[in-house]
């Protein structure tokens, strides 16, 4: 695993400091204490909590389509995906079925939302180590997909854009040509990103070898989404467990060999282009119909519990919803994939260089607003 | 999907889709005779106390005796590598006690998952599974912060979204959900444990 910690100066002293939580390579608030000998990591220890809000006790008197705007705040760079995971809970605790066009608009939200929340670590990852200008080429394509989310919503970041039932609004004219359009032209651009990385030196040096973790211990350590592919576990939510309709298309998992920060990459590049795949069928089949189903008024599931899940960007997102018969649910937890998978964070960079903490902070894609919640 | 029925408009009225009908709710059925449920049963005695599956999900209710043994049982034996969550739910009024600590468990081979759920007292210490599965480190703190359940043999078993000298555990029901004045921590003398500058103290000094 990771290459053993040798002492260059066994009588130097260990430093400890503290890198965070006002450092922008720690992608929002994280505070990591790190003890050094010299460059390298002995220990490093993520402090979290910075950003916790209370957002299970909020969920506690809100009704459940209340609680929607609530869940756009956990991982604030997925909303759709966020919304898709509680909806779909309530849902099945319900008993309802989705109309398929609004299962549809739901997976096509979903993936364009992948794409943008890809894009963000893509561009933010690269600037952190040290490759400036993918992140000016990303932000214009993730421009192009808050401008879809807001001709379908009207919101951009924190889209609430789904309901208990199925979709709040019918897609707005023209929305289906604006987005074919978009995902015509989107390989390409990811083609251009990959021509600036893939094979570029100095990015495979900072990448290749640096925070890996194997499938073994990627299980163990509860790893989900693009960090536990990167390890060559063939495992998404998506086919294991089919949500919406996504048993109905074709895509590919994609899935890395040596578990580093190179292969994660290349695993969330090729999720971008798998789900262009996905919206470009989904387009094809849209059916017609209602977007809503035959929902009552006041939202009361039926006593029991329920846990539900969606292949969220950075992992599973999961949430476990116990109802008491009531309006509001009794406990709604959410299973958030970057707490998970930060907590994995001081197995991956033991005996690596700070700089590699750097990368390997943003090959986790962790958002600190779901880690605190 | 609209509008199919109108060949033949005198028939009687063909099924209306499930999205336009009255939603039928799932409903709760004894799952003893469950094969996820019968092998715990077979390796470990007295493991199941109850077992109900609900909405095609399996919940096991484990004495908490038993639970370290369920754990590893399932862990080492049964597969059960990958433990997605672990949570737990206040019942404030509960007799039978006031907790129940839930373990979502995944298996891979067959794509099965497997609710474990211990319902414990207040200020019962539960064994940890840290040792069983390593990610019940963050959850199990998480679990401890939010409602001061103690897990004996965690290994760093510190609050983890709230910081260190907070008062008191933020999901527990009795927990105001307005939250309590945070400058309890830094000033008991001013701002008494439970939340609320004193009344009659006046302005903090």
């Known amino acids: 695993m990771s290459p053993e910690v040798v002492r260059p100066f066994p009588d130097s002293e260990e430093m400890e400091i503290s890198f965070g939580p006002q450092h922008p390579a720690t992608h929002g608030v994280l505070r990591v204490m790190v003890k050094l000998d010299g460059e390298k990591i002995i220990e490093a220890k993520p402090i979290i909590g910075y950003l916790h809000r209370g957002t299970e006790k909020i969920f506690e008197r809100e009704t459940y389509n209340g609680a929607i705007p609530h869940t756009d705040r956990l991982d604030y760079t997925a909303a759709a995906t966020n919304n898709q995971g509680l909806v779909g809970a309530v849902e099945r605790l319900m008993g309802i079925t989705v109309p398929p066009r609004a299962a549809y608009i739901r997976m096509m939200l979903a993936e364009l939302q992948r794409i943008a929340s890809h894009i963000i670590w893509l561009g933010t990852h690269a600037l952190d180590i040290g490759a400036q200008t993918p992140f000016f080429y990303t932000f214009q394509e993730r421009e192009k997909i808050l401008d879809l989310y807001e001709d379908y919503c009207g919101a951009r970041l924190t889209l609430n854009c789904m309901r208990v039932g199925g979709q709040p609004f019918d897609l707005p004219t023209g929305w289906t040509e604006r987005c074919r359009e978009f995902i015509e032209q989107f390989p390409a651009r990811v083609a251009e990103w990959e021509g600036l990385l893939t094979n570029n030196r100095i990015w495979k040096q900072r990448t290749i070898g640096v925070g890996v973790i194997s499938a073994a211990d990627a299980i163990e350590w509860g790893l989900t989404g693009p960090p536990l592919r990167g390890s060559g576990v063939k495992w998404d939510i998506r086919k294991v467990f089919p949500y919406d309709h996504y048993d109905e298309v074709a895509f590919d998992i994609p899935t890395g060999e040596h578990g580093d920060t190179y292969d994660r990459y290349l695993v969330r590049m090729e999720e971008m282009r798998q789900s262009v795949r996905i919206v470009r069928q989904c387009l094809e089949r849209l059916p017609d119909g209602p977007v809503l189903a035959k929902v009552p008024k006041v939202i009361k599931p039926p006593k029991g519990e329920i846990y539900f899940s969606v292949e969220g960007p950075k992992g599973e997102l999961g949430y476990y919803i116990v109802s008491n018969g009531e309006a509001n649910p009794h406990r709604m937890h959410v299973r958030p994939a970057c707490f998970i998978n930060l907590q994995a964070l001081p197995e991956m960079v033991r005996g690596y260089l700070v700089a590699d903490l750097i990368a390997v902070i943003g090959t986790l894609d962790i958002v600190l607003g779901e880690i605190d919640r | ?205």
């Open chain 2, 1 to 205: 999907m609209a509008d199919e029925p109108k060949v033949a408009p005198q028939e009687p009225a063909a099924p209306k889709p499930p999205w336009e009908e009255k939603p039928v709710p799932p409903v709760p059925a004894d799952a003893r005779e469950h094969p996820q449920v019968a092998e715990i049963a077979a390796l470990v005695p007295d493991a199941v106390a109850e077992a109900v599956s609900f909405a095609g999900q399996v919940t096991v209710v484990v004495p908490a005796a038993r639970l370290a043994d369920v754990c590893r049982a399932c862990k080492d034996r049964l597969d059960y590598k990958f433990l997605v969550d672990l949570t737990a739910v206040d019942w404030k009024e509960r007799p039978e006690g006031r907790f129940d600590v839930v373990y979502w468990m995944h298996r891979h081979g067959k794509s099965q998952r497997l609710r474990l759920k211990v319902r414990i007292a207040d200020g019962v210490e539960l064994p940890s599974v840290t040792g069983i599965w390593k990610v019940a480190n963050w959850m199990e703190r998480e679990v401890f912060d939010m409602f001061g359940i103690y897990f004996g043999g965690h290994p760093n078993l510190e609050r983890i979204l709230t910081w260190e000298g907070f008062n008191g555990h933020p999901l527990r029901k009795d927990f105001p959900i307005e939250g309590i004045d945070t400058g309890a921590a830094i000033y008991p003398d001013v701002y008494p444990p439970g939340g609320g500058p004193k009344k009659e103290g006046g302005e903090p000094a």
